[in-house]
């Protein structure tokens, strides 16, 4: 191997590490509900507790962190703890259900969509609706079938063009 082709072997195996150590090791900013009941800073820069909208986006935001964990139940929890904090308000509901849509997608599991409540109320345009979300995980979990796809994508490809290079190189050194 010549200098130019070891430069580019070690610049692959450098990125590979890096993306694998940050997608490994939490560093992707997950927000757990201990986080929710902590003090924040205003503008300001003085610490004050979150309003009540700002506690149940935070537990919004918790749920979709414990779902892309994979831990199925706490996420339900969280949503379900919006949802109970929901008792006259509409909006509230309505972020329970967007929660529960959320998860649902994440987890791939359309069971989570029976709990969502139809509030009548429009979010970007559309209902958070049971039918909406079942349809959504569906295409979700059509698209994991085609998981091959994914692969040759993001492995197949890369190795291809590598070895290509590789080979071209050797090439050259024969000529």
Known sequence: MDSSTRILFLIAI?????????????S??????SLCNEPIKDL???NRL???DEQMECLRIAAISEAMKNHEVKANELCDEIYN????SKDYKLKANMCYTEIAKILVDDTICDKIEDTGIIFSGNKATREACKTQVGHIYN????????????????ILFVAT?????RR???N
Do not use: H, W, Y
């Open 14 to 26: 450098v990125m590979i590490v890096s993306v694998s150590s940050f997608l490994l090791n939490g």
């Open 28 to 33: 992707l900013g997950f927000m757990t509900k």
């Open 44 to 46: 300001d820069g003085e």
């Open 50 to 52: 979150r309003t009540a």
């Open 85 to 88: 904090n929901a008792v006259s």
């Open 143 to 158: 698209a994991l079938n085609n998981q091959q796809k994914i692969c040759t994508v993001v492995f197949v490809i890369p």
């Open 165 to 169: 290079v590789l080979l071209t190189e």
């Open 172 to 174: 050259k050194k024969k």
